[in-house]
């Protein structure tokens, strides 16, 4: 599939870019999965395909989509954690997309991923200062006092303050809020650029969650870090990224910035998607929000403002809406690919 | 006379040592009407599913305390012996669906055998009426009739969720009990659900107590709600009064701290951490956490009646006790001025 080349009219994030262009960029970038069912029968399964976004110094774009949309392998491919079967990864200008592992040290001391269980992504035999501290240990920090000194400074930097309550602690001891928060300490303790959050929220309590996101937004803000916030609440996008991409299907249906998405969305999966969001507003109660296709969810017929103009675009392109800088749109009518 | 009415139910587990998690604390409520539904709202934690056990009397081995009075049209069920439950209360008049879609189901049954089971416990149903029955109710859920000769793992999550429902309409309880029957499945098909719910609450009227951690789905569905905190319910009252006006400082600080979808003003983080069920604080369980707490709080605050038919567990809403913490104010305004 040819298409062409990145362009900065489609893809520039609402933010001011700083002047050696964005951190991190994903060109057209496809994940092929081979499935192997028994001897005599293989498959492909396509999880992403022709994924295009940028994410520039401290900003945070959110990744929107239900499971199975694809979302998570975006996130590992940026990190390379998973080697794309097609596109290009492109590091602070690197192309890092088929660069063999053992010469990748250099992006994991610059990137970090936080998970999604607190419960499950920590080693329970492991205090909060063994867990913090593991990453340097495997730099060769050997310095124990340096390496205690930088652990108490992550310690401190997500609130798990005094730090000498929580070190010698372990996770079973924590609630789910303060065991992401040893999630994140442990993400920060090399001072990375770039952090990829997938559902860091969706296991806190709801009491806890809005502290844990106020975080991130924090250490923006003070360490100028990059996020990708992975997540299927689209509400939580609003209030913590800059932009946000839909994603459908392994494809990234529609991006803008946070209120474009939000409040002038085109897609009609996008649409779907915010018109089935519970709000407790008593103007939003007891309605009929979605059936088993969301192409047959009342109302959505297309948007006036679709810059497809109701053709079928094979291969489906991002196209800007007009008047909108920075809201692209996906030709909804092309049929879903690989699945 | 309401359909349920619960009293001063109390559900208390030995953790161990001398002590106790008071999961079910004086919880209080009815249903009035069939086709009504009433919101349980809480955490983790906060007895919320303790509540759907008790009423279901599925308790575990470690029960310290389980007394109060359940009421269902106006048959006392909290003294029937455990083997007249089971024949006639449990399934039958008040029904459960489980959370967790996945794993309620068992993965070596044919979905119209697990539907079927309750039909032909003592005999109920024959095995032909059995069948027809299951029909029935597979449709009534929308799905179509050939599923009850799948295996649970050919059923995505929001189907084997329907499954959950249909069995528990089986034997057409009057009350049903559903614990957070959307909490693993995917936004839209939470709406699917949703809307299947809405259905069954409008034909054939079937009353819920919904148990949700999430109060933007509670207000989807319930006429009135109850937000829990450490076993305790802090408010309860229309849902569009709670949503509105709530009278209790924790439900304005939970529904402050949601992110919400079509406005700017920023969720605002909730202070503090959840309490150690085993150790509460003194007076007000939520107390450490209350921006507004002082002297009084350390005196326990009873339900004290809203206008507009809630109820609100807070001194503030007591005329007498915010009265007096008006005049301190007052007096401390007046001091620092002189």
């Known amino acids: 599939m040819r298409r062409p080349p990145l362009t900065d009219t489609l893809l520039a994030p609402s933010t001011t870019m700083s002047e050696s262009g964005p951190l991190l960029a994903l060109d057209n970038v496809s994940m092929l999965f081979h499935t192997r069912k028994g001897l005599f029968r293989g498959g492909v399964v396509t999880a992403v395909s022709g ?71 920590l080693n ?66 090399r001072n990375p650029e770039y952090i990829v959050a997938d559902e860091p929220v969706s296991m806190v309590d ?50 803008g910035s946070a209120r474009q998405v939000i409040d002038q969305p085109v897609h009609p ?29 009342p109302g959505l017929a ?12 094979v291969p489906a392109v991002l196209l800007e809406v007009p008047g909108e800088p920075g809201h692209s749109v996906a030709c909804h009518l092309e049929p879903a690919r690989g699945r | 006379m309401p359909l349920l009415a619960v009293d001063n139910l109390h559900l208390w587990y030995d953790a161990g040592g001398d002590r106790v998690v008071r999961a079910v604390d004086d919880v209080s409520f009815t249903i009035e009407d069939r086709g009504e539904a009433i919101g349980i709202v809480g955490e983790s934690g906060s007895g919320k599913s303790s509540l759907a056990l008790a009423l279901m009397r599925l308790l575990p081995k470690n029960v310290a305390r389980f007394d109060g009075s359940v009421r269902l049209n106006d048959r006392e069920l909290t003294t029937l012996p455990e ?23 068992n993965p070596v049954l044919r979905i119209g055998d697990q539907i079927a089971e309750p039909l032909l416990l003592d005999r109920r149903f024959d095995k032909t009426a059995a069948r027809a029955r299951v029909h029935d109710l597979l449709q009534r859920v929308g799905l179509p009739a050939d599923f009850a000769s799948r295996y649970p793992h050919e059923l995505s999550g929001g189907q084997r969720q329907r499954v959950g429902i249909a069995t528990a309409l089986a034997l057409d309880p009057d009350v049903l009990i559903l614990d957070e029957p959307t909490s693993a499945l995917d936004v839209s098909v939470q709406a699917q659900i949703m809307n299947l719910l809405k259905d069954l609450k409008e034909d054939p009227g079937i009353s819920m107590l919904f148990i949700t951690h999430d109060i933007g789905l509670a207000s989807d569905l319930c006429d009135r709600i109850a937000v ?35 406005s700017d003003v920023p969720p605002r983080p909730m202070p503090g951490d959840p309490p150690d069920l085993t150790a509460l604080p003194r007076g007000c369980r939520f107390h450490p956490r209350c921006p507004y707490a002082w002297d009084a709080c350390l005196e326990h605050p009873p339900l004290i009646p809203m206008p507009g038919g809630g109820h609100a567990r807070c001194w503030l809403n007591d005329p007498v006790v915010a009265g007096e913490r008006y005049q301190i104010q007052l007096r401390n305004a007046q001091a620092a001025l002189d």
């Not at chain 2, 089971?86 to 189901?105: D, P, T, Y």
């Open chain 1, 51 to 121: 994924v295009s976004l940028t994410i520039a110094r401290g900003e945070t774009l959110a990744l929107v989509g239900e499971s199975g949309s694809g979302k998570t392998t975006v996130g590992r491919i940026s990190l390379r954690l998973l080697r794309p079967t097609g596109g290009r990864v492109l590091f602070d200008g690197e192309d890092i997309s088929q660069v063999p592992e053992e010469r990748l040290g250099w992006l994991r001391k610059r990137t970090a991923i936080v998970f999604q269980d607190p419960f499950s992504s």
């Open chain 1, 124 to 189: 329970p035999y492991m205090t909060v200062s063994d867990l913090v501290a593991e990453p340097l240990v495997i730099d060769g920090v050997n310095d124990a006092a340096a390496r205690r000194t930088r652990v108490r400074d992550a310690l401190a930097a997500v609130d798990l303050t005094p730090t000498d309550r929580f070190m010698h602690v372990y996770p079973s001891s924590m609630s789910g809020g303060q065991r992401q928060r040893v999630g994140i300490a442990r993400a920060l303790i």
């Open chain 1, 206 to 255: 709801a009491s806890s969650r809005v502290e844990i996101l106020d975080l991130l937004n924090g250490l923006q803000l003070q360490r100028g870090v990059a996020f990708l916030y992975i997540t299927h609440d689209i509400a939580s996008a609003r209030h913590f990224a800059d932009r946000i991409a839909v994603m459908h299907l392994g494809s990234i249906v529609e991006s």
């Open chain 1, 269 to 297: 999966y996008t649409r779907a998607l915010i018109a089935a969001v519970p709000e407790p507003d008593p103007a939003n109660r007891f309605l009929r929000r979605a059936t088993e296709r969301w192409q047959d969810t």
């Open chain 1, 302 to 313: 297309i948007h006036p403002g679709c810059p497809h103009g109701g053709s079928i675009e």
């Open chain 2, 83 to 105: 083997d007249q439950f089971r024949r006639e209360i449990r399934w039958q008049h008040i029904a459960m669906v489980f959370q967790g879609a996945m794993s309620v189901l």
């Open chain 2, 228 to 262: 829990t905190y450490a076993g305790e319910q802090m408010e309860i009252g229309p849902a569009e009064q709670v949503l509105v006006t709530p009278h209790h400082p924790y439900s304005q600080l939970l529904l402050a701290s949601l992110p919400r979808l079509h």
